[in-house]
Nanobody
Framework: QMQLVESGGGLVQAGGSLRLSCAAS????????MGWYRQAPGNQRELVAV???????NYADSVKGRFTISRDNAKNTVYLQMNNLKPEDTAVYYC??????????????WGQGTQVTVSS
């Protein structure tokens, strides 16, 4: 059974920084993509950033230049460094892991979510 444990959310003033972490534990054959999504009240969940196993990254336009996603493959951990935070970044942030549980079984899992609140 896979578990995704997130940490690092909190309350910060506009212009501040936070670093989110998500550690994946359990049995998995291969992790392909690790990413961060967010959902603000009344909005749909949206992609923030994703990093592939080879290191390729993709960011939402709204966070480019401010957020950096990285991963430690040895620890099955993904990070999201968030700088110059804005009030519109306020949301619950979820990590997502996509891969193969076995040769015949895919895996797509979500963390429990961590609240990020940016005050103006």
């Amino acid at each position: 059974q896979m578990q995704l444990v997130e940490s690092g959310g909190g309350l910060v003033q506009a212009g501040g920084s936070l670093r989110l972490s998500c550690a994946a534990s359990g049995s998995i054959l291969r992790i392909n993509a690790m990413g961060w999504y967010r959902q603000a009240p009344g909005n749909q969940r949206e992609l923030v950033a994703v990093i592939m196993s080879g290191g390729d990254t993709n960011y939402a336009d709204s966070v480019k230049g401010r957020f950096t996603i990285s991963r430690d493959n040895a620890k099955n951990t993904v990070y999201l460094q968030m700088n110059n935070l804005k009030p519109e970044d306020t949301a619950v942030y979820y990590c997502n892991v996509n891969g193969k549980r076995s040769v015949f079984r895919n895996y797509d899992g979500w963390g429990q979510g961590t609240q990020v609140t940016v005050s103006s």
